[in-house]
Nanobody, 126 residues
Framework: QVQLVESGGGLVQAGGSLRLSCVASGRTFSSYVMGWFRQAPGSEREFVGTISWAYGRTNYADSVKGRFTISRDNTKNTVYLQMTSLKPEDTADYYC???????????????????WGQGTQVTVSS
């Protein structure tokens, strides 16, 4: 089992920054891929980006590329989502997820992950 706990959400003005954290516990993570997704009210869960625990390799959605950065601290079992130049359209619940085994669904889709955190809310005011 893997437990994921997000934190760091809040209210921020447009143009501001926030850093979300996702602390993982349970099984070891060296072979995992971690993902960040977001979901606005009335919308489907949207891919934000991924990072591999082992190599720190990242991938981002076009909508956040250049503004968001995903990093990890293996010593703390924590993945971060640094968000800058925030826009009102970034308002959503943000979720981290773990892909702990090979799955047929791509990592850019929610179905590509088998563990999820409870989410943290981010609101960007205009």
């Amino acid at each position: 089992q893997v437990q994921l706990v997000e934190s760091g959400g809040g209210l921020v003005q447009a143009g501001g920054s926030l850093r979300l954290s996702c602390v993982a516990s349970g099984r070891t993570f060296s072979s995992y891929v971690m993902g960040w997704f977001r979901q606005a009210p009335g919308s489907e869960r949207e891919f934000v980006g991924t990072i591999s625990w082992a190599y720190g390799r990242t991938n981002y959605a076009d909508s956040v590329k250049g503004r968001f950065t995903i990093s990890r601290d293996n010593t703390k079992n924590t993945v971060y989502l640094q968000m800058t130049s925030l826009k009102p359209e970034d308002t959503a619940d943000y979720y981290c997820a773990a892909r702990t085994k090979p799955l047929p669904t791509p990592m850019t889709q929610a179905g590509g992950y088998d563990y999820w955190g409870q989410g943290t809310q981010v609101t960007v005011s205009s």
